[in-house]
């Protein structure tokens, strides 16, 4: 065999790289179950179930010690026709009945169950103790089984369990390959001890071998995949069950003797068994006897050996199940049955078939035990891919050998593929994409990536939109159960409540210890990880669509470089820990207070996140970041606000979300940029610096402050990597006009021309497409946060990386209100670019910084005075409009007031005017601004003059001063004002509240 017709083979058998197909599939096995049970036996045995601790109570303690759900509920009666007469009012999956029914006989009952319920299982429980180990199969007749009661409710579950087995056996394995244990054993008494303890201890292992890596609920769904049992009272019964499942058979556990016909017959035993294993070479097989002549048997066959009346019989048959049908430990053994390695799960069994002698992967595959263990493990399919391949299939043993390696590789990465998978440290490889730590929350960042990735695996299943192959960061999560532990183990809950320094807050917590058990996963991550790592919050209230939390708290950006693991397993504990500080810090205690929420309600997780970028010497970096918005607050020329806002930056997104110089744009028309009409207003407003992070061997701060370990680097610098190329121009020395061509001498800067006018690289069809699908599936407008590598390095490709997804707050209903038309001119204010929706009435204060009065190189100190005089109004209720020039929030001073959000919290308009002698760019696309949504503080941006967009300064200034200070006026207006915001037609007007007519 060629080894492009096994890797083609495999590409048709091996499950779809999305676990998503897969659960489905699984959802699809064991769908008749035994929900409701009705139990008939006489008065005297159903008090003697009940004295015994009650039956329903005792089957409950079972399910629930094998991590079972779908816990059966049990209704009991007394007598076979009041039996009758419930089954006529009420729909029963399954039929106990006691073999002493007193008013019928059991074959009369069962036969009117069956007639007045055809397919109704009815199985018989014999109460005295060992019943009758011989009885004739007929002797009850129409009974599905006869069970032996044994004082535990065990047997109540083997029951359960082989009745649901033969409802759903032939639909499960035409669903997906399913493993059959068949039981020949006609002893009543001692298949009802052996299967009670066989299903148990299959539950287990079922629970335990799940593939690591996946949730709860997929855990659950994975055990429905556990082998199915059979059970066979003769050998002619058994050679029919193993015609019907013989591609599927697992295991075989026999008896050495059953009745047939009425009498013994030694020699059918051994007989049945040696063809069994002639047809199926290397089928596990354990003979269980209390025959003398058993042992003999067994050994002349090559099989397992159990003495049924040996103390030690449960033992030998957990260790047939963990051995010999694969359960446990893949044993790799020579020609001799030697051990010579072992493993415990797919990645201990890849790394061993690279080591392993030709002469034990001969021995192995020649038997089948490759996939046998696959399957018990849960990899049916990747069982079924292996089982059919024979070294006579290859030209060699070493191509075998690849072709298996590749086959349990691929296997064991799609299966993580849109999983969010637990951490193991013993399976935990780098490429996994998505891990949390523990069992508490993810917090709403987290939470929001996790649908992210659901949502991308779902939709693109390969990874690919169309040609573009779409990448997610690899992710842990550390829930907030470590949290809780952390702040508990260190006793900081009383001293982060009351603290009120945040230096000491930060010594404090960086000197605490994580817990072992989350400092011992880190330790195994931190071991095979080696690359930059971004270290973000997710609390609980995080990423909400009604709560601004954005950018509140801390994230670290580290390099993760250093060759000393334990150093850098400190730095990422550091890091951790800031994280979990920053919800104690000044800042965000005021903040709480401002919406009167309690610090002690809040959560944290902790994502640790692969940092997108590519290292260029002693830096790293993307050569792109950005956010997109699905709705476009500020639509301009034939745009809709339906069409969708990217900003855009070189570098770290730092630059975008807080509202740097980055370029915005409309995906869907990439070529109108209005921003600068000329070379000069282009120089102005272009990006002059990027963020990224130094993989020096400086020392990192973990000082609070977001990003705040990212450094400010020039443009020479990307030229100079090779990052610039794709997204700048040049304004040519010669004729002041732009160029797309860095060989040009002139002035570089950033445009993105080469990819939004020429589409060197699709990233508008792809914003435009992940923007459809997002908002198709959160039902809202929503935000994305996506980052790019692309330069022109040798040998190297673009990667898109999707970052982030959550709802954006647009809060887009139509007002029932009207403007009367003829009043406008007497409005104070008026725009037709703004933020928000709704109606603000009874407004009485407005604090303003006069364009042609304010300095822009004041700015900082008037961010102080607008946030106590927020403060102020604010302790008295006072809703305020808050006008000046520039930028509002951002962090470039020059380009506006840089306030935080805390600083005008209270306010119900924020307005942007233009700026004296400077054009500046629209406020889009960052975290301050997403905190003014999620509040509904409307904002509006009037940078040019005339009927409908305008400030009356001159009615500003004749208003009553409360107060002037550093350029910034607040004045009080006598009569009560009404904002009005209607973000659909996109008009916003501030007038007094009489001109303000409500719709009839």
Not at 338 to 361: G, P, Q
Not at 753 to 762: D, E, M, V
């Amino acid at each position: 065999m060629q080894l492009e017709e096994p890797k083609q083979k495999r590409g048709q058998a091996a499950q779809p790289p999305v676990a998503a197909p897969q659960s489905r599939q699984f959802h699809a096995l064991m769908a008749r179950r035994v929900k409701t049970i009705l139990m008939v036996s006489t008065p005297y045995e159903a008090f003697s179930l009940s004295w015994d601790g009650s039956l329903t109570e005792d089957i409950y303690g079972a399910y629930s010690l094998l991590h079972l759900q779908n816990v059966p509920q049990i209704t009991t009666v007394t007598s076979g026709r009041e039996a009758l007469a419930t089954l006529a009012r009420e729909k029963y999956d399954l039929v106990l009945v006691s073999s002493n029914l007193a008013d019928l006989t059991i074959a009369d009952f069962a036969q009117a169950v069956k007639t007045a319920a055809p397919g109704l299982p009815v199985v018989v429980l014999i109460f005295a103790l060992g019943g009758s180990p011989g009885t004739p199969l007929g002797a009850y007749g129409n009974v599905d089984y006869v069970f032996s009661w044994q004082g535990s409710a065990k047997v109540l579950l083997a029951i359960i369990k082989l009745v649901e087995d033969a409802l759903n056996i032939d639909q499960d394995i035409r669903i997906c390959r399913i493993g059959v244990i068949l039981m020949i054993e006609d002893s009543i008494k001692h298949y009802s001890f052996f299967l009670s303890h066989l299903y148990a201890l299959l539950m287990k292992q079922a629970f335990a071998r799940v593939p690591y890596g996946i949730d709860e609920n997929e855990r659950q769904l994975h055990t429905r995949t556990r082998p199915k049992i059979v059970l066979a009272r003769t050998f002619a019964e058994a050679e029919t069950l193993v015609e019907r499942y013989k591609p599927f058979l697992h295991g075989v556990i026999s008896d050495l003797q059953v009745a047939a016909e009425g009498r013994k017959d030694l020699a059918t035993g051994p007989a049945f068994l040696r063809r069994l294993l002639e047809s199926l070479p290397g089928l596990p097989v354990m003979l269980m006897s209390a025959d003398e002549a058993g042992q003999a048997v067994a050994r002349a066959l090559s099989i397992g050996f159990v003495d049924k009346n040996s103390p030690q019989c449960l033992r030998q048959l957990e260790d047939f199940c963990i051995s010999g049908l694969g359960f446990g430990d893949f044993i790799f053994r020579d020609s001799h049955g030697h051990e010579i390695a072992r493993a415990r799960n797919l990645r201990e069994f890849e790394n061993a078939l690279s080591a392993i002698t030709d002469e034990s992967l001969e021995f192995h595959s020649r038997r089948n035990q490759f996939s046998h263990w696959l399957l018990a493990q849960g990899e049916a399919a990747l069982a079924e891919l292996i089982r059919p391949v024979q070294a006579a299939d290859f030209k060699s043993l070493a191509e075998m050998r690849a072709y298996l390696s590749a086959a349990v590789r691929l296997r064991r990465r799609e299966k993580h593929r849109g999983i969010i998978a637990d951490f193991r440290a013993d399976d935990f490889e780098p490429e996994y994409a998505f891990l949390m730590t523990g069992r508490g929350g993810l917090g709403g960042k987290a939470r929001g990536l996790a649908f992210m990735f659901n949502l991308f695996s779902q939709h693109f299943p390969d990874g690919r939109l169309g040609p573009n192959e779409i990448k997610f960061p690899h992710t842990l999560v550390i829930t907030t159960d470590a949290f809780d532990e952390f702040m508990a183990l260190n006793d900081l809950e009383a001293f982060a409540a009351e603290c009120r320094s945040d230096e000491k807050l930060r010594a404090r917590f960086m000197a605490a210890r994580l817990p072992e058990g989350l400092l011992r996963q880190l330790r195994a991550y931190i071991a095979q990880v080696q690359v930059p790592l971004a270290v973000r919050s997710s609390s609980h209230m995080e990423d909400s669509s009604n709560q601004p939390f954005a950018g509140l708290y801390q994230t670290c950006m580290i390099p993760n470089h250093d060759p000393d693991a334990a150093a850098r397993l400190d730095q990422l504990g550091r890091a951790v820990k800031l994280v979990y500080a920053s919800v104690f810090t000044t800042s965000v205690k005021r903040y709480f207070q401002t919406l009167k929420l309690n610090t002690a309600e809040e959560k944290m997780a902790v994502i640790v996140q692969e940092l997108v970028g590519r290292r260029y010497g002693d830096l790293f970096y993307p050569a792109i970041s950005g956010v997109a918005q699905s709705f476009n607050y500020y639509p301009f020329a034939a745009m809709e606000a339906e069409d969708g806002v990217a900003a855009t930056a070189l570098g770290f997104g730092k630059m975008v979300v807080e509202g740097g110089q980055a370029l915005r744009f409309c995906p869907r028309y990439p070529t109108i940029l209005p921003q600068a009409a000329t070379t000069r207003e282009l120089r102005q407003i272009s990006q002059k610096q990027f963020y990224a992070l130094s993989l020096s061997n400086e020392a990192l701060s973990f000082a609070f402050g977001k990003g705040s370990d990212l450094r400010l680097f020039k443009l020479e610098r990307a030229e100079q990597d090779q990052t610039l190329h794709p997204v700048a121009s040049v304004i040519s020395e010669e004729d002041d006009l732009l160029v797309d061509d860095l060989g040009a001498p002139g002035e570089r800067v950033v445009t993105f021309a080469p990819i939004l006018k020429r589409n060197t690289f699709p990233l508008c069809d792809i914003l435009n497409e992940l923007l459809k699908v997002g908002k198709a599936s959160i039902g809202s407008d929503v935000e994305i946060e996506f980052a790019a590598n692309i330069d022109f390095q040798p040998g190297t490709q673009p990667e898109f990386y999707l970052l982030q997804i959550r709802p954006m707050v647009t809060a887009r209903e139509r007002l029932a209100l009207k403007l009367e038309a003829r009043r406008l001119p007497q409005a104070l204010c008026a725009s037709r670019k703004i933020m928000g929706n709704g109606l603000v009435e009874d407004v009485h204060d407005i604090i303003y910084c006069h364009p042609e009065r304010f300095d822009l190189s004041r700015s900082r100190p008037a961010a102080a005075i607008i946030g106590r005089l927020n403060q102020a109004l604010s302790n008295e209720r006072r809703r305020y409009v808050l006008i000046g020039p520039g930028r509002w929030g951002t962090r470039v001073a020059s380009l506006g007031v840089p306030v935080n959000w805390q600083q005008v919290s209270g306010a119900a308009v924020i307005i942007e005017t233009a700026a004296r002698g400077k054009r500046i760019d629209l406020s889009q696309g960052a975290h301050f601004f997403h905190n003014l949504a999620a509040t509904g503080i409307g904002y509006f941006s009037i940078t040019e003059t005339d009927q409908e967009n305008f400030v009356r300064w001159e009615r500003l200034e004749q208003l009553p001063v409360a107060s002037e200070e550093g350029g910034v006026r607040h004045v009080r207006s006598p009569e009560p004002l009404s904002v009005f915001m209607d973000a659909l037609n996109h008009r916003g007007v501030i007038m007094s509240s009489s001109d303000v007519a409500r719709a009839e």
